[in-house]
């Protein structure tokens, strides 16, 4: 076979920096006019270039994908010659890009060339200059006249390419340098690289990413009903859409579900859905024999990890949260934070984890349980032992930041340190902190069901003591009372009665924020009982208070008088100031509340004077609050007007959601009687606002008052 001459535009120098000619085929090729400004040749005069058709054929099945056809389009439409579809394995990244293709074919009037760049082969991913091989005999140059040298090779292929219109499709790249030398040299022409690694190199070449996600369920449905058709799915749609979920949007797994629903015409989707709905089961359930395996599909990127990248991944799997930052990976290697950030980098490269904000990381569901399968059973336990480890150590640094007097029975406070790498330092503020941890609140949560679950009771019930200041400042009930559920029991179960105690007052008072009063006595009882029993006097005083907080809400104030005097006598008798402030509180309140102004004023100053001996503004502040309302109470609206707005200012940026919001509505009910409705509805909405973020159900008395 010959070519027809053909005209190429060479910058001289490109052709002067090139090796040698070695052969006929140089001889004949290199000729250049006098001037040096380009150059003409022909090529195996009288032949015409061949017009290759290499794409595999596109899946019959494929679906949806509207929204990244379309950025394919626009990318192109901007002029990029160079798109690299990146994805986690078996996302459907080359299906995309055939497809795509198939639809613009007739765009690329000289062919399309295919190559899979081979990521994943037993003796690594396939050399460039094999490749550009291929390519050159595809395009009709003999076999015996491809250049043998690499740079002849590249040379040859951008001077056969230059001015045609090309497609080029490169499956399974793993680097930057495997797609440079495969790239044509006509503007004319277009490259699609898929990859399960980011290639950051290539974005010198021009090139244009497009991050492939999952599909949506609803897409991932249409998908299944492709494969085994709409009448059985129409038929179960609720197990469908449970089989899409399950798959998490992969379209190899959802290929995998519809080849063994295809194998047994008769079995019903919801059987199928019921045996992989069981996480143990799923990896191995979603390998179709003889056809796609999903846990094929996750090996070879698992394989190809460095070992340090590796552990990361088969441990930090098991990480009980959906999220997690670096700290907690750091804790559960046991490795310094550069070795970390390294292997993480790798882990995101690679796709196997993603970066979904700065510095916080999450595992695609099915992925996460292929890395726990890689994980020996001895080494999980101590990874998960450093994680749990982590977090208690970092919830003990929020709280001796927010609340570095209050009386706990953890051994974890002893000789603790209101600082931790990753969460809070010495500039830290109360609020910051607080945001911290209520960010990771549902990891605590998680961790704490977790080591219930394996019977790590000590770290159990510590980790619940350890989450007071989230709870009491910002609410989230359920899983205030879940935890501390469990940390009661898990403090029975190591005999250790003063965290039983201390566990059992936590929850209470998570209850009567519910006003759920007789749970909360029934706890109470049960935790003074034991604290009489072991002489746990801090614990009796903290239970006589909740008791009398308990019987105000059930509406016997009097009995709540008697309650937080009896409170008050331990206190003075052990010393303890801070409870002490919070008894004659609770005192100023019961007064208030039996028309006694002037002896609650009397209370609430004796308070805030203890508060700000032991340096606790937030408590002075609500402190604050409550003469306020005492004031107000009284008829002397000046002085309540003076309090409360030094209230406000105490209890901002303290981080004090709750007490915040109850500060505001205080400030709402002066107003009103002051007149001043406008000024009234404003604070009572941005309480509302507060106590809606919390979950206390005082924003429906908000509601009330601003729908009066």
């Known amino acids: 076979m010959a070519y027809a001459p053909i005209t190429l535009n060479v910058d001289i120098d490109v052709l002067h920096s090139l090796p040698p000619p070695g ?76 497809r795509w293709l198939d639809i613009h074919g007739a765009t690329f009037t000289d062919g399309n060339l295919f190559a899979d760049l081979g990521a994943f082969l037993p ?55 495997q797609v440079s030398a495969l790239l044509p040299s006509s503007p004319a022409s277009v490259v699609l690289v898929t990859s399960r690694w980011r290639l950051p190199g290539l974005t010198t070449e021009g090139a244009a990413t497009l991050d492939l996600s999952p599909l949506p ?9 492709n494969l085994v058709g709409d009448d059985r799915v129409g038929a179960e749609p609720l197990p469908a859409r449970e089989l899409a979920d399950i798959c998490g949007g992969l379209p190899i797994a959802v290929s995998v579900v519809g080849a063994r629903l295809a194998n047994r015409p008769k079995r019903s989707l919801a059987t199928l859905a019921a045996e992989l709905r069981q996480e143990s089961a799923r990896i191995a359930g979603l390998d179709a024999p003889g056809g796609p395996s999903l ?44 070795d970390v950030s390294r292997s993480v980098e790798t882990l995101v490269r690679s796709s196997l984890l993603e970066e979904f904000d700065d510095s916080r990381f999450r595992f695609h569901d099915l992925l996460r349980l292929h890395g726990q399968g890689q994980a020996e059973e001895q080494e999980r336990d101590r990874a998960l032992h450093r994680m749990a480890d982590w977090y208690l150590r970092a919830a003990i640094a929020v709280e001796l ?38 960010s990771e609140r549902s990891n605590y949560a998680a961790m704490i069901e977790y080591c219930d679950h394996r019977g790590w009771d000590e770290l159990t019930w510590q980790l619940s003591e350890a989450l007071w200041s989230l709870f009491v400042f910002r609410g989230h009930y359920g899983t205030w009372l879940g935890t501390h559920e469990l940390g009661v029991i898990a403090a029975r179960r190591c005999a250790k009665p003063l965290a039983e105690v201390k566990l059992r007052c936590q929850l209470a008072y998570g209850l009567i924020s519910l006003r759920r009063f007789a749970e909360a006595v029934t706890e109470n009882q049960e935790a003074l009982a034991v604290a009489e029993r072991v002489d746990d006097l801090p614990g009796q005083s903290e239970a006589l208070q909740y008791l009398g907080i308990c019987q105000r809400g059930l509406g016997d104030p009097r009995a709540a008088l008697g309650y937080f005097r009896r409170s008050l006598d331990i206190d003075r008798a052990r010393g303890h100031v801070r409870g002490q402030a919070f008894r004659h509180r609770r005192i ?24 700000r001996q032991v340096e606790d503004r937030t408590s002075e502040g609500r402190t604050l609050m409550f003469l306020g309302t005492a004031q107000r109470a009284a008829g002397r609206l000046k002085p309540a007007m003076a309090a409360l707005t030094e209230a406000g200012e105490l209890l901002t940026g303290s981080g004090a959601t709750r007490y915040r919001a109850d500060a505001l509505a205080a400030m709402g009910d002066l107003l009103r009687d002051t007149g001043d409705l406008v000024g009234a509805r404003e604070h009572w909405t941005r309480a509302h606002a507060l106590y809606a973020e919390a979950q206390h159900p005082q924003a429906a008395d908000m509601m009330d008052r601003l729908r009066g």
């Open 23 to 98: 052969g006929m085929h140089h001889r004949k090729f290199r000729q250049y006019n006098e001037n040096g400004a380009s150059y003409r040749g022909t090529g195996w005069s009288g032949m015409t270039p061949a017009v290759p058709r290499q794409l595999p054929v596109a899946s019959a099945t494929f679906t949806a994908r509207d929204a990244e056809l379309r950025t394919l389009d626009e990318l192109r439409g901007a002029g990029r010659k160079l798109i690299v579809i990146q994805g986690i394995g078996g996302v459907g990244k080359t299906q995309l890009a055939l």
């Open 123 to 177: 003796g690594g991913p396939t050399a460039p200059a094999e490749i550009l091989g291929r390519f050159l005999r595809a395009l009709g140059v003999p076999a015996a006249e491809v250049p043998a040298e690499f740079a002849e090779l590249v040379a040859q292929y951008r001077s056969l390419t230059a001015g045609r219109s090309v497609s080029v499709l490169l499956d399974n790249a793993s680097t930057a340098a």
């Open 295 to 338: 846990r094929a599909v996750m090996d070879r990127s698992y394989d190809r990890l460095p070992d340090q990248a590796a552990r990361l991944y088969r441990l930090v799997a098991w990480h009980p949260g959906e999220e997690f930052g670096l700290p907690v990976l750091t804790a559960a290697i046991d490795r310094s934070g550069a």
């Open 588 to 611: 100023a309140e019961v007064l208030t509340e039996l028309g006694g102004y002037e002896e609650a004023v009397a209370e609430t100053e004796l308070a805030r004077g203890l508060f």
């Open 217 to 225: 369920t609803d897409e991932a449905v249409v998908l299944l009903a």
């Open 401 to 438: 930041t927010v609340l570095p007097r209050r009386w706990r029975v953890g051994p974890g406070y002893v000789d603790a340190r209101a600082e931790l790498d990753g969460v809070v330092t010495e500039d830290t503020g109360r609020e910051q902190a607080l945001n911290w941890l209520e």
